[in-house]
């Protein structure tokens, strides 16, 4: 997934969505797209980044305590 770097517009491959959509990760690893050869991973703070678009990253992607700050209740999976 492409993700742009807020502090300076920089787009971002993220390739660990297992990761990104962990509300108690704090970083998700990514690599910058600049010039022609490919960069070397980093880590970046989830804070920073937010879609190509300019909308953030989904609360419930950021914020463990989000089903129970917001009222939203969660079921559990059934399986």
């Known amino acids: ?5 807020c502090p300076d517009g920089s787009l ?3 390739k ?7 509300p108690f990760a ?6 910058f797209h600049a010039g022609e ?3 070397d991973p980093e ?3 989830k804070q920073e980044l937010r879609f190509p678009s300019g909308e953030l990253l989904p609360r419930c992607w950021l914020d463990p305590a ?11 999976l059934i399986g």
């Open 43 to 45: 880590l970046l703070a």
């Open 37 to 39: 050869e490919l960069q």
């Open 26 to 31: 704090r970083s998700v690893e990514g690599r």
């Open 66 to 76: 989000y089903g129970r700050s917001s009222g939203v209740t969660i079921a559990p």
């Open 16 to 22: 660990q969505l297992a990761v990104l959509i962990d």
């Open 1 to 5: 997934m492409f993700l742009t770097y």
């Open 12 to 14: 971002v491959e993220v």
